[in-house]
């Protein structure tokens, strides 16, 4: 779960939405659709019937259903019952419930913070 703040929720992808290409936002994501592309986000969350096919640069992210792709999160990474990650985790925490499921690499490291620049962002690492 989200540590210290609760995130604004500021963009919604429904679950009867698709949406290809990249997503950048400074707030919280949350996906109950599919999305084929990168998303930049504050916060991400993927609902149960949620898919994201990309990366995803966050401050933390919260999988309940499924992400194809690297994510590189500055604080944690939550992977709940039903969610599932195939591909690599780089991120200051992760946590997996019973039944959910990781395919791929996770690595532990301290990240300072993701600048926003238009289209971009960028991970720093300390």
């Not at 991400?44 to 995803?56: M, N, Q, R, S, Y």
């Not at 999988?63 to 985790?89: F, P």
Request: proline residues 2%; glycine residues 16%; charged residues 25%.
């Amino acid at each position: 779960m989200f540590l210290k703040r609760q995130p604004r929720l500021d963009t919604i992808i429904g679950p009867e939405s698709d949406l290809k290409g990249d997503l950048t936002s400074k707030g919280t994501v949350k996906i109950d659709g599919q999305i084929e592309g990168n998303v930049a986000a504050d916060s991400l969350i993927i609902g149960e019937g949620g898919i994201l096919t990309g990366d995803a640069i966050v401050r933390e992210v919260i999988v309940g259903g499924r992400i194809v792709g690297t994510i590189h999160a500055t604080d944690g990474v939550d992977i709940q019952h039903k969610g599932e990650v195939r591909g690599d985790i780089f991120a200051a925490r992760l946590t997996i419930a019973e039944g959910g499921r990781l395919d791929g690499r996770s690595t532990t490291q301290l990240q300072k913070k993701i600048s926003y620049t238009g289209d971009d962002a960028i991970l720093q690492s300390s």
